[in-house]
C-alpha cells in the first residue's frame, strides 16, 4: 500500500497520517484512533451534493456500515466505527499489512493449490457474512486482502450497494464491477447470496487460468459476455488443474442462479476437498520425483496445450452444429488420421451408408433363416415327390 | 471453425451419459466422471486402437466408433456393466453423420447429427439401459445380420426439437424368441407343402390308390392293413 500525502487531516476523531488509494467512491486514508492508539483504514465516501439525494446516500451508507459492522470474521475485515465529517461520510476499519489479490494476479501465475486456499478463505467469509443477512455485491480481486501466513480477509462488504451511479443500464441500476458481476447483477433483476457465489467463482476461475473469464471493449460487451458466454473448463486452459476444479468451478458459474451452489459454505466444502485431493497429489508427485531423481526417462511431450479451449455441452444440449471438444484423456490420434486423412478404403467404408440386408444373405449369414430355407427346400422336394413319384 | 474434412463420414455414436449429472455435488461429479473414465478406458480395450474416438460432454463422453457397429454394441452393452459399481449410467446409440472440426491450433471437435441423435437417445433412456436408433439398427444388421434380432422395439420417442426417433432395445430372450418363431414357421410350412404334395396326388389318382400306395409303401400287406383300419376304427369309435 502506498502513501501518499493526506489532504485532509482529520476524520471525526480519527487523525489521518496517510492515503492508501483512491477509489470510483472515494479517498481510501490511513488514520489513528487516539483514544485507542490503534492504525485504522478509514474509507471515505462523497455524498451527493443534491441535498435529497445526499440524504438518501447517507443513509444507505450507514445501513451498509451498520449491517457490515456486525460482521466478525476471520476472513472479513472489521470495522470499528462510521461517521461524517461535511460531505464526506467515512468507515473506520481494520487496517490490513497485505497485498490486494489483484496486485498478486498481476505479479505472476498463482499456483492452483494457492488458488484454491484464497478462494475457500473467501467462500467461508462470504457463507458467514450472508448467514448474517450481508451480501457483498462486488467480490473481486481488489476486495480481497492476501495477508501473511497465508489469510486471506474479504473488503468492502456491502459498499457495492453504495456506487449506485457507477453503472446504469436501460433496465434500472446496477452495481458491482461489470467483469465479476453476475448475470443477474447485469439484467438488473434482483441479487441475492448467489450472486457473490458466481463473482467468485470468475476470481477463482481467473486464478486458475490465468486468463480474464469476460471481456468487452465496453461494458455492454462484457455485459452480454458475462450473461452468454459459456467458458471452458478451466483444465482446458491450464492442464494442472485438476477435473474437480472444473466442477466447482462450472458450478460457481452457473448463469441460472437456481443451479448454482446455493450456499458459500457448500462451495467452500468443495474447494477444501479439491484442495486436500492437489495436497494428495502434490504428495505424491514429490514422492515420484524423489525416486526418479537418479533414473534416466523418455518424456512423452505434453499435448494438453494444443488440445481444445472450448466447453463441453450436456446432453440435452447437443444439436448438429454442436461441436464436441477431443477428450484429453483418451489417445485417438489414429482414428482421427483416418478421418482427416482416410486412404482410399477407408474414404468408401466410412463414407457409405448401410443398405438394407438382401434375402439371400440373411439366410447365407443367419442360422435361424438358413433352417427355415433348408426345412422349406426339403419339404417341397418330399411334396413333390409324394405328388408326382 | 471450418470442417477438417469436407466429406461426412458415418460412425456409430455410442453416448454414455450420467444420469443427474449437474444436481450432484463436485466432488460426486468428479469421482463419477474419473469412474466413467475408467469405464471407458476398459470397454475400448477390445477395439481397434485406430477404430475410435473419445469426444468430452459435459454430462458423460461420447465414442464415436469408426466401421464397427458390432463393437459399439458390444461397447454400449459392457459399459452398463459400470453400473455395478455405482455409476448410474444411461446409453444411447446411433449411427450417423460425424466431421472432424477444426478452430485452428489446438480446437479440434467433432460435430454432426450422429452425435447429437446418440446424445437424444441416451437422454430417452432410463438408469442402466441401453437404447438403440433404427439407422444404428439398420448398419449393425448389415455389418452383422444376426446381431439385430437379439433387438427388441422400445417405442418412437420425440425429442425437444420434435424429431422422433424409432428406438430398439438389447433384449437377450429377443434372438431365442425369433428362433423359435423361425422353427415353428418352418415346420408349418414343411407341413403345407408336404401336404400339398399328398393332396395333389389323392386328386390326381383316388384317395384309395394313394392310400393303397402308401400303405404298400411302407410295407403293409393287405391283411395286416386290414387289421390296422379296424383297430383304429374301434379307438377313434368310428363306425360307417
Not at chain 1, 72 to 83: E, W
Request: with cysteine; charged share 25%; hydrophobic share 40%.
Amino acid at each position: 500500500m502506498t502513501k501518499k500525502k493526506p489532504q485532509l487531516a482529520q476524520l471525526g476523531r480519527y487523525k489521518i497520517t496517510g492515503e492508501l488509494g483512491r477509489g470510483a467512491m472515494g479517498v481510501v486514508y490511513k488514520g489513528e484512533d487516539p483514544a485507542l492508539d490503534r492504525t485504522v483504514a478509514l474509507k471515505t465516501v462523497i455524498l451527493s451534493d443534491d441535498a435529497a439525494g445526499k440524504d438518501e446516500y447517507k443513509k444507505r451508507f450507514f445501513l451498509e456500515a451498520k449491517a457490515a459492522g456486525r460482521l466478525s470474521h476471520p476472513q472479513v475485515i472489521t470495522v470499528y466505527d462510521f461517521g461524517q465529517e461535511g460531505d464526506t461520510a467515512y468507515m473506520a476499519m481494520e487496517f490490513l499489512k497485505g497485498k490486494e489479490l489483484r496486485t498478486r494476479m498481476q505479479e505472476g501465475s498463482i499456483s492452483v493449490p494457492e488458488a484454491v486456499h484464497i478462494a475457500e478463505q473467501v467462500a467461508e467469509g462470504l457463507g458467514y457474512a450472508h448467514e448474517h443477512g450481508v451480501v457483498h455485491r462486488d467480490v473481486k480481486p481488489s476486495n480481497i486482502m492476501l495477508l501473511p501466513h497465508d489469510k486471506v480477509k474479504i473488503m468492502d462488504f456491502g459498499i457495492a450497494r453504495m456506487r449506485a451511479s457507477d453503472h446504469k443500464t436501460s433496465t434500472g441500476l446496477v452495481l458491482g464491477t461489470p467483469k465479476y458481476m453476475s448475470p443477474e447483477q447485469v439484467s438488473g433483476s434482483p441479487v441475492d447470496h448467489r450472486s457473490d457465489i458466481f463473482s467468485l467463482g470468475v476470481v477463482l476461475y481467473e486464478m486458475l487460468t490465468h486468463t480474464k473469464l469476460f471481456q468487452g471493449e465496453d461494458t455492454p460487451q462484457i455485459f452480454h459476455s458475462v450473461a452468454n458466454f459459456q467458458p471452458p473448463p478451466p483444465s482446458r486452459v491450464n492442464s494442472e488443474v485438476p477435473p474437480m476444479l472444473d466442477f466447482v468451478v462450472e458450478r460457481a458459474l452457473k448463469k441460472d442462479p437456481s443451479v448454482r451452489y446455493q450456499d458459500a459454505f457448500e462451495l467452500a466444502a468443495d474447494l477444501r476437498s479439491a484442495l486436500s485431493e492437489l495436497v494428495d497429489r502434490e504428495a505424491a508427485a514429490a514422492g515420484e520425483k524423489q525416486r526418479d531423481r537418479d533414473t534416466t526417462k523418455t518424456m512423452k511431450l505434453d499435448a494438453d496445450s494444443l488440445r481444445p479451449v472450448f466447453p463441453a455441452p450436456t446432453a440435452a444440449a447437443i444439436g448438429s452444429d454442436t461441436r464436441l471438444p477431443m477428450s484429453l484423456r483418451f489417445e485417438c490420434s489414429n482414428a482421427i488420421e483416418r478421418l482427416t486423412n482416410p486412404t482410399r478404403s477407408d474414404r468408401k467404408r466410412l463414407t457409405r451408408a448401410p443398405h438394407p440386408v438382401g434375402l439371400v444373405r440373411r439366410i447365407w449369414r443367419e442360422p435361424g433363416k438358413r433352417l427355415l430355407f433348408l426345412s422349406i427346400l426339403a419339404a417341397a422336394l418330399v411334396g413333390s415327390a409324394i405328388a408326382v413319384v | 471453425m471450418k470442417p477438417a474434412n469436407a466429406a461426412a463420414n458415418l460412425a456409430s455414436v455410442v453416448f454414455l451419459k450420467i444420469q443427474e449429472f449437474a444436481r450432484r455435488p463436485a466432488q460426486e461429479q468428479a469421482r463419477l466422471r474419473a469412474q466413467l473414465e475408467a469405464v471407458v478406458a476398459v470397454v475400448t480395450a477390445d477395439l481397434r486402437p485406430a477404430g475410435w474416438i473419445a469426444l468430452d460432454a459435459a454430462d458423460g463422453i461420447a465414442i464415436a466408433v469408426l466401421d464397427d457397429p458390432e463393437g459399439a454394441l458390444r461397447l454400449a452393452q459392457r459399459s452398463l456393466t459400470a453400473a455395478a459399481a455405482g455409476l448410474p449410467l444411461s446409453v444411447g446409440v446411433n449411427h450417423g453423420a460425424v466431421q472432424i472440426t477444426s478452430g485452428g491450433r489446438g480446437t479440434d471437435g467433432m460435430t454432426g447429427d450422429g452425435i447429437a441423435v446418440a446424445a437424444s437417445v441416451a437422454e430417452f433412456a432410463a438408469s442402466t439401459r441401453v437404447l438403440i436408433s433404427r439407422s444404428f439398427r439398420d448398419a449393425l444388421a448389415e455389418a452383422s445380420p444376426p446381431l439385430d434380432a437379439g433387438l427388441s422395439p422400445a417405442g418412437v420417442f420425440t425429442d425437444a426439437g420434435l424429431r422422433t426417433h424409432e428406438l430398439f432395445f438389447p433384449d437377450k430372450s429377443a434372438a431365442g424368441r425369433k428362433q423359435r418363431r423361425l422353427i415353428a414357421a418352418g415346420v408349418a410350412a414343411a407341413v403345407v407343402i408336404v401336404g400339398t404334395g399328398i393332396g395333389a396326388r389323392a386328386a390326381s389318382g383316388g384317395h384309395q390308390k394313394v392310400f393303397d400306395a402308401t400303405m404298400g409303401k411302407v410295407g403293409m400287406s393287405a391283411k395286416q392293413r386290414e387289421s390296422w383300419l379296424r383297430g383304429l376304427r374301434e379307438k377313434v369309435g368310428f363306425k360307417p
